[in-house]
């Protein structure tokens, strides 16, 4: 099938299948051809790749699982090592880190990845944007985002994270139009603004795309973070979803309902506990597979994330199907007293209460054998009431139930935010010992 310049996104949702479709059938002849763990894969399970010519046939193939991708990282090597022309490594959200090689081909993929993502937000040529994220220690997302920005034809102000001086000193100086960076750390910009009487309500800024950090609901209402952010700073936010291993990058348009998946760059199913495809709408573990990746393409990966899948047509005309905010990872789902939670709700409470500065949250196992939570503070100061209760209190006024909550000194938190040799906050702490 053949077609035209038009946006893949913009065509019908049969045009689209059918293009999936294709796309498959040169991404499993390749690994055919290319991976040593694919071919083991294959050989081992007797599959026939000619047998799998659709999406749907995806359900017939084992799914790649991160242990994989730790054990027998080479194996997923498809080129010779000098067509590597840059080396990424995970942060380890789920275990150790693994290492992607990636040649000059996926990098421009990951270039146009995020050149699409960039515009569907509204990001245009000659627009500024403020990279709050680092390009070094072997991170994707901050490479990721420059070479989007620049195939776009915006211009990029690297500044890197933390830092709200030096932030500051930048807008006012180069009048960014956009800010990229984790959501959080705009409260933090807002209030070293405040303090020093910098007028950021009136500064150039009237775009900010989050990463990192959930901005609205499954309805996709504001959560508390969005919220507490648009209630001080009437600016155009955007949430994002990405990952390494997925090499994609799926965002928000101003419609703000849901990420865009980008068709030729990745196939996504949704899975139940089954292992088998929940319907549209239905939360369920988010599995990938890559599609134009020439270095370490993945074939149906398990990322841990739990979404689902919206399938209407967007206002903004897109036919692609959408990824609503992620509820949480799959590894990291806490049962507290007979409550379904995952972290980012418990984040969500203490991201938007006032005297929080820093905190972790730590889950272990009880007596009984069952999951205990506990929450390490670290207050600004001493507060004119009993903090662990009005902590307590707004924990059950958002998600029904209490953890324990210690206060610490912030320095004293920081510490362990920031362990040794790591590239990313720690805010969840999982110790509990798994059968």
């Known amino acids: 099938m053949k077609y035209s310049n038009q946006d893949i996104e913009f065509c019908t949702v049969d045009e689209i299948k059918a293009f999936q479709n294709e796309k ?17 894969m294959f050989d081992e399970n007797n599959i026939d790749i000619n047998a799998i010519r659709t999406v749907d046939d995806l359900v017939k193939l084992p799914f790649t699982e991160k242990k994989d991708l730790q054990l027998y990282n080479q194996d997923f090597l498809c080129v010779p090592p000098e067509k590597i022309v840059d080396y990424i490594t995970t942060s380890g959200t ?33 627009d500024k944007v403020q990279l709050m994220t680092t390009l070094d220690k072997r991170f994707m997302a901050g490479l990721a985002y420059f070479l989007g920005i620049r195939k776009l034809g915006a211009s990029v102000i690297r500044v890197g994270n933390g830092m709200p001086e030096l932030q500051w000193d930048t807008i006012n100086r180069l009048k960014p139009d956009t800010l990229m960076c984790v959501p959080s750390f705009i409260l933090r910009l807002i209030e070293y603004a405040e303090q020093h009487n910098i007028d950021y309500r009136n500064s150039s800024v009237k ?31 955007f949430a994002t979803y990405s990952s390494t291993e997925m090499g994609a990058t799926f965002s928000e348009c101003p419609n703000g309902c849901g990420g865009h998946v980008h068709p030729e760059l990745i196939i996504v199913e949704i899975i139940g506990d ?13 599995v990938v597979t890559t599609l134009g990746v020439e270095g370490m393409p993945l074939l149906r990966f398990r990322t841990g994330d739990i979404s689902s899948k919206i399938t209407d047509r967007c206002k903004c005309g897109r036919n692609s199907y959408r990824l609503t905010p992620l509820v949480g990872r799959k590894n990291n789902m806490i049962k507290l007293k007979g409550t379904t939670i995952y972290p980012p709700a418990i984040n969500d409470v203490l991201d938007n209460t006032p005297y929080v500065v820093n905190y972790v949250v730590v889950v272990q196992n009880s007596f009984a054998g069952t999951d205990e939570v506990v929450v ?25 139930v209490a953890p324990i909550v210690e206060l610490l000194s912030p320095e004293d938190v920081n510490k362990l935010n920031n362990p040794a040799n790591n590239r990313k906050p720690v805010k969840f702490i999982d110790n509990r010992h798994r059968k």
Not at 219 to 236: A, H, P, Q, Y
């Open 274 to 286: 089954d292992n088998m495809p929940v319907k549209d709408g239905e939360a369920g573990e988010v």
């Open 376 to 400: 390490k503070v670290g207050i600004a100061s001493p507060q004119p009431f009993d903090v662990i209760k009005d902590l307590k209190d707004r924990f059950r006024s958002r998600i029904r």
């Open 24 to 40: 498959l059938q040169t991404a499993l002849s390749y690994l055919a051809g290319h991976s040593r763990f694919y071919q083991r």
């Open 207 to 237: 775009r900010i795309i989050g990463i990192g950090e959930g901005l609205r609901e499954q309805d996709f209402s504001l959560n508390l973070l969005g919220t507490r952010i648009r209630d001080k700073w009437n600016v155009e936010l």
């Open 94 to 126: 789920l275990g150790d880190p693994v290492t992607f090689g990636c040649t000059d081909r996926d990098l421009e993929r990951l270039a146009y990845n995020e050149k699409k993502s960039f515009e569907c937000a509204g990001v245009k040529p000659g």
